[in-house]
């Protein structure tokens, strides 16, 4: 099986202006990125999908592909898309992984891969791993993923989801009654998704749904519109980088690893 990794990449970031060339542990955040993607099992070529010079030089210095993109285009997946389309070559599996996850484990990218060779007729594909503790339940930025016994995902929400009943209260914040056992039944999104070529096509086609802009969760765009979404179970976090403060965790979770 052949599988492109696509890294979208922007430089106007509007919380963290040239954030891919923020330095992580001494590399750009793209440059780790990259390096995940070129370890993991069953990825077949990596290229970096950006607008703006300046990413394509600093790809250029640690020798990885990049293909230049229009700028114009709304979204990542439809750079992902556009940089398919360049390369005028056969794939079976196209994967998106979000430029701005420099922690993404090669791992769990392989892992996805291994998803989507084991099942040819699953449209697309992502990762979840397990929450470390209640309160992340209540982050909007930690998105939570309900699949079904086949880990299709049912749905996707910045919202704690499965809500845990207690028998006499109804309240938004249920971790007065949470039993540590209960912690889980939730799933953590990753930044990272899987498409047979013919479903990031359609994908890109189809306009915004309700829900997707309700929640600015492009996933379910996919979702109601029939699309399957299997989810592959890792156990590494990955954290994603939106503000300059976000950087000093994934560097200690690099740390962590022994990789900075």
Not at 230 to 246: E, I, R
């Amino acid at each position: 099986m052949r599988t492109l990794a696509v890294l979208p990449s922007r430089f106007a970031a509007s919380r963290f202006p040239g954030k891919p060339l923020a330095s992580i542990a001494g590399k750009p955040m793209i440059q780790w990125v990259w390096e995940a993607a070129r370890r993991a099992e069953g990825v077949t070529r990596v290229v970096v999908a950006t607008d703006d010079e300046r990413i394509v030089s600093a790809v250029n210095e640690f020798d990885g592909e990049v293909i230049i993109t229009d700028p114009a285009l709304p979204s990542g997946t439809d750079r992902v898309a556009a940089a398919l389309a360049k390369l005028g070559e056969a794939f079976d599996v196209v994967l998106n992984i979000q430029g701005d996850e420099p922690a993404m484990h090669p791992d769990t990218i392989a892992g996805v891969v291994k998803l989507m060779a084991d099942q040819p007729d699953l449209p697309m594909g992502t990762a979840a791993c397990p929450f470390a503790n209640a309160d992340e339940l209540f982050n909007p930025n930690a998105v939570k993923v309900v699949t079904d016994d086949r880990s299709r995902a049912l749905y996707f929400s910045r919202s704690p989801i499965p809500y845990l009943r207690n028998s006499t209260v109804f309240e938004p914040d249920f971790r007065p009654w949470m039993k540590a056992e209960q912690l889980a039944l939730f799933q953590r999104h990753l930044g990272l998704y899987a498409y047979r070529p013919a479903t990031l096509q359609a994908f890109t086609k189809l306009p915004p749904h309700p829900l997707e802009q309700c929640e600015m969760l492009e996933q379910l765009r996919a979702l109601a519109a029939g699309i399957a979404i299997g989810v592959a179970h890792t156990p590494y976090l990955s954290l994603g980088v939106d503000v300059p403060q976000d950087v000093a965790p994934v560097e200690a979770l690099l740390r962590e690893r022994g990789l900075a």
